[in-house]
């Protein structure tokens, strides 16, 4: 790696930590190369006004006021978007296509020539949808404007035995598989985190009452409760 596109994943990787201390060590397993040059390259970063906090013990965080474009992409970082967006073009809903769609179009946009010719010729594909589509009463799209609403929903569910319930739900976040959707949340009837089945969900009333906690606190909490039950799980980090 050239060492000016060493400075900018330096750069990158502080943003990603997010004002959380990250140690010259942890940056230099990342990027292959050995502490002692990331601390050149740090001083490095100061000597031309990058707002790079470093300190004994504790590691290096990146303070308010980089002038840097936001977007500054390497081949790797677009063939994931890419990638990503030919999934949700393949399996999410009519809205969520054409909102990749356009993602890939904006990005485009601002890339320099050579970058957007490589961009749109990234060989990465994600498997093509399928007639055997997601259907539930429920859309994607509602339980999506549920989670943005912050509020707490009431939905009639039925279960895997045909029981029905109507449940108050805190909910958390919704995931998305071939042919399954997923509403996670805390369930007040059972008092415990739940994973509702998004085509069982016979239908769904958002309320006038905010959730007690912030959603990224309940996936805190619900990954505490989850690691332990299945200690394989891989934690998403973004």
């Known amino acids: ?36 040059t990331i601390y050149r390259d740090m001083a490095s970063l100061e000597s031309v006004g990058v707002p790079v906090r470093g300190e004994a013990g504790v590691g290096y965080v990146l303070e308010d006021g980089l002038d840097l474009p936001p977007l500054l992409f390497n081949s790797l970082e677009l063939e ?26 904006k990005i485009a946009a601002v890339l320099p020539d050579h970058l957007r010719d490589e961009f749109y010729d990234v060989s990465l594909y994600a ?11 429920v859309t994607s799209g509602q339980l999506r404007q549920a989670l943005r609403s912050g509020q707490i929903i009431e939905i009639d569910y039925t279960n895997e035995a045909g029981a029905q319930s109507r449940r108050r739900v805190w909910p958390i976040s919704l995931g998305y598989f071939n042919f399954k959707r997923l509403l996670l949340g805390w369930c007040e009837l ?15 009333d958002v309320l006038d009452q905010k ?20 200690p394989h799980l891989v934690r998403h980090t973004i």
């Open 211 to 230: 959730l007690p906690k912030s959603r990224a606190q309940l996936k805190k909490e619900w990954w505490a409760v989850e690691s332990k039950r299945q």
């Open 1 to 36: 790696m050239r060492r000016a596109d060493r400075l900018l994943q330096i750069v990158q990787i502080l943003r990603r930590a997010k004002y959380q201390p990250i140690s010259a060590q942890k940056i230099a397993e990342e990027l292959e190369v050995t502490p002692r």
């Open 127 to 137: 498997p093509p949808g399928s007639t055997e589509t997601y259907v539930g009463v």
């Open 190 to 204: 059972r008092q415990d985190f739940r994973a509702f089945r998004a085509d069982r969900i016979q239908s769904i």
């Open 80 to 105: 994931t978007l890419m990638l990503g967006a030919r999934w949700v073009e393949a399996h999410g809903d009519a809205d969520q296509q054409m909102a990749a769609k356009d993602i890939v179009a």
